[in-house]
C-alpha cells in the first residue's frame, strides 16, 4: 500500500521560503508525482508535478518562484517555495498519478489522474 506523507509547513511572512517534503512509502514504481493546495473556501488546485523522467511543470502563479524535485535513493518528493505571497496561503498536498507522464489541464496539473493523496501540511504567508 502506497503512503504519502506531507511535511514542512507552517508560518512564514510573505517573502520568505518553505520546503516541503513528501515522504513515500510502499511504492515501486515510477509515475508522475504532484503538488496540489486548496485554500479555504476555493477549491483544489495543481502547484506543480514532474514526471517519471523528471520533466517538471508548474502553474503560472508560481513559475519561476516554486521548484519541485524528487529524490529516487531517499524516496521523497519536495517542493521548494521562495518568494512566498499571502495568496499561497493553503494546505498543501502532494499526490501520486497513476501514469508515468504528467498530464495537464488549464496550465495545471490534473488531479483526476492522480490515485494516492497526502494527508496535508499547513502553509500560512502573512503580510
Known amino acids: 500500500q502506497v503512503t504519502l506523507v506531507e511535511s514542512g509547513g507552517g508560518s512564514v511572512e510573505a517573502g520568505g521560503s518553505l520546503r516541503l517534503t513528501c515522504a513515500v512509502s510502499?511504492?515501486?514504481?515510477?509515475?508522475?508525482m504532484g503538488w496540489f493546495r486548496q485554500a479555504p473556501g476555493k477549491g483544489r488546485e495543481g502547484v506543480a508535478s514532474?514526471?517519471?523522467?523528471?520533466?517538471?511543470g508548474y502553474r503560472n502563479s508560481v513559475k519561476g518562484r516554486f521548484t519541485i524535485s524528487v529524490d529516487n535513493a531517499k524516496k521523497t518528493l519536495s517542493l521548494e517555495m521562495n518568494s512566498l505571497k499571502p495568496e499561497d496561503t493553503a494546505m498543501y498536498y502532494c499526490?501520486?498519478?497513476?501514469?508515468?507522464?504528467?498530464?495537464?489541464?488549464?496550465?495545471?496539473?490534473?488531479?483526476?489522474?492522480?490515485?494516492?493523496w497526502g494527508q496535508g501540511t499547513q502553509v500560512t504567508v502573512s503580510s
Open positions: 514532474i514526471s517519471s523522467g523528471g520533466s517538471a
Open positions: 499526490a501520486a498519478s497513476r501514469l508515468p507522464w504528467c498530464e495537464y489541464r488549464l496550465g495545471q496539473p490534473d488531479p483526476q489522474y492522480f490515485s494516492v
Open positions: 510502499g511504492y515501486t514504481g515510477s509515475n508522475c
